[in-house]
């Protein structure tokens, strides 16, 4: 597999872009290869620029659970852009999208378009805290909610890929009032609000942990959450910008029957294009500008084109719920594969269509012990694998994606590559 063209559009990427990508994680600086530079993708298969078409296990990080470029999308999209990109005025894709989240997702009964995972959730938490008028935040180590300074501690991601646990140019006033609790750890959780439950705003958690690697919730954890919060008078947002329209038709909160006080959505909600969602319960969005007092805007938001693609991927979804089904026992081949050829050296993570293969030997419930993986180990395993074809997230912390475009064959091929592996 040769990746020149990849490496010449690197170098020349590096002398414009910092890094050379748009996002972090892209550069593979955790595998220590070149990034390859794609150039198309259809159902499961992404092509690079060198012409190699390989699996695709990343997805776009999420949004392509139907597969790429799927005709009916990408129809919708066409016949939106024909009429015009952006308005920066109303529109009834807008109006239709939010009715579907709603009926997918019924606490969700009212919400607002932005254009990214990160402005969904620095909203949904300044909602939160004009709502209780308290300030404090309480978020887990190694759950990441986007790149807004005051929750860029311990965060997971790529913040975890490159070791940075506190981004630089975070003013330590941005973050005091984010604490800090240990994912599955329900004391943890008391400790805080026993020392602060008058001044928490919000508990905001990934339903399942995504960005440490796959974190699945111990049995009951959840309904831990939705108690504690309710007993103290602060807010649970569930942050389901990966969870969301992929682990049921209704997401994490469907799939563990947990309803939150606010939920934010990313990802699939846009089909690939870029969309953030952001609602809840009524009376705490009548708060958004411009019923109430919390301001938040956007020019792109709402983009008719981005809503039109959010549209058409929840309509299939809705139309063929058999999807999950489907997705989750290709993705629990895979597991099952690994779990065996690996004999025990590996942790292997699955929830729904999302999992993480973690080089320790280790049970992973949380941070601390998603650090301990051999991201070496990782590094050796990436590369093999993408040598075979198979295109996977470049970071142990991440997760594969499996879609329903994964035909039968191709994961028979992955579980076959995963035997056949030197653990
Ligand atoms: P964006 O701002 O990247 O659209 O969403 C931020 C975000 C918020 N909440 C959760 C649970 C998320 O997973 C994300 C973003 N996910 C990462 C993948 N782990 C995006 C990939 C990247 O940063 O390039």
């Not at 992404?46 to 129809?75: F, K, Q, W």
């Not at 329209?245 to 959505?265: H, K, M, N, S, V």
């Not at 938001?301 to 309509?315: C, V, W, Y």
């Amino acid at each position: 597999m040769t990746d020149i063209k990849s490496k010449e559009l690197f170098e020349a990427a590096k002398r414009r872009i910092p890094g050379g990508v748009n996002s972090p994680v892209r550069a593979f600086g955790a595998v220590g290869k070149t990034p390859r530079f794609i150039v198309s993708a259809h159902g499961s298969r992404i092509t690079d620029a060198d012409g190699n078409e390989m699996i695709d296990y990343v997805g776009s990080y999420g949004p392509a659970i139907l597969g790429h470029a799927h005709p009916r999308v990408i129809e919708k999209v066409t016949q939106a852009c024909e009429d015009g990109l952006s308005f920066g005025a109303p529109t009834e894709r807008e109006v239709r999208l939010a009715e579907l989240i709603a009926e997918q997702m019924p606490s969700m009964e009212s919400s607002r378009m932005v254009n990214s995972g990160t402005e969904a959730v620095m909203s949904a938490v300044r909602l939160a805290r004009a709502f209780t008028g308290r300030e404090k935040i309480v978020k887990f180590k190694g759950c990441y909610h986007g790149h807004s300074d005051g929750l860029l501690v311990k965060a997971g991601s790529g913040a975890m890929t490159a070791s940075i646990p506190d981004s630089a140019g975070v003013p330590l006033d941005f973050t005091k009032h984010t604490l800090l609790a240990r994912y599955n750890d329900t004391d943890s959780v008391k400790e805080l609000f026993a020392g602060h439950h008058e001044s928490i705003a919000a508990v905001i958690v990934e339903p399942v942990a995504a960005n440490m690697g796959v974190v699945p919730p111990m049995p009951g954890f959840l309904a831990f959450l939705r108690e504690i919060t309710k007993k103290y008078g602060a807010l649970l947002i569930f942050d389901e910008v990966i969870t969301g329209f992929r682990l049921a038709p209704g997401g994490a909160q469907e799939y563990f029957d947990i309803t939150p006080d606010l939920t934010t959505l990313g990802k699939i909600a846009g089909g690939g294009m870029p969309v953030g969602v952001y609602g809840g319960r009524r009376d705490i969005m009548e708060l958004a500008a411009p019923l109430g007092p919390v301001y938040q805007a956007g020019t792109l938001s709402g983009n008719p084109a981005a809503m039109a693609a959010g549209i058409e991927t929840l309509l299939i979804l809705k139309e063929d719920p058999g999807i999950y089904g489907r997705i989750e026992k290709k993705a629990r081949q895979i597991a099952d594969a690994v779990r065996k050829a690996a004999k025990g050296s590996v942790c292997v993570n699955q929830v729904g269509s999302l999992l993480s293969v973690f080089f320790t030997d280790a049970a992973v419930r949380d941070y601390e012990s998603a650090v301990l993986s051999d991201t070496r180990r990782f590094a050796d395993y990436f590369g093999y694998l993408l040598e075979r074809g198979i295109y996977t997230a470049p970071s142990q912390f991440e997760a594969m994606f499996v879609s329903d475009a994964h035909t039968d064959g191709e994961i028979a091929y992955t579980c076959r590559v995963m035997r056949e592996m030197k653990w």
